[in-house]
């Protein structure tokens, strides 16, 4: 069996991150936070004398503690952030579903977040109407907010 467990976002801190997806997206911390270092995570890393701290945050829509999370993490020493672009090769974007697109997007922009692109409508055949935007996190990480009908 295999059961996704989470997404990693690196940032300069952890808390404030933390607290932006908390406030905007109703994800909720996840005891306990974490404070790592060691051999092992030295060799995990291949990062001499690194500390990690951070949290995992429950997603919304999944009960219980073995939803999947969203782990912030504060690294003791971080490389520069590179250019971000929504079609940058990596990871590109994480979304949320919603059923007030409008009130979603009122709330990232009072915590700080940003829109990145026109919140655009479109009939995805057999699927459904979907609203969506893409946005960013105070870090500059892509998200998408959309919402079906």
Known sequence: M???????????????????????????????????????????????????KGIHLSLPGYPGSSAPTLEIFEYNRSRKKGTTAINKIGLGHIA????????????????????????????????GNLTFVYAQDIDGNYIEIQQWS
């Open 2 to 52: 295999i059961k996704f467990a989470h997404v990693n976002l690196i940032t300069n801190n952890w808390k404030k991150l933390a607290l932006f997806y908390i406030q905007v997206f109703d994800c909720k911390p996840l005891a306990p936070t974490r404070n790592l270092k060691g051999k092992w995570l030295d060799k995990a890393t291949t990062i001499a004398n690194s500390h990690i």
């Open 96 to 127: 949320f579903k919603t059923d007030d697109i409008d009130m979603l997007i009122i709330r990232l922009r009072e915590h700080g977040g940003i829109i990145a692109g026109e919140k655009v409508s479109v009939k995805i055949k057999g699927a």
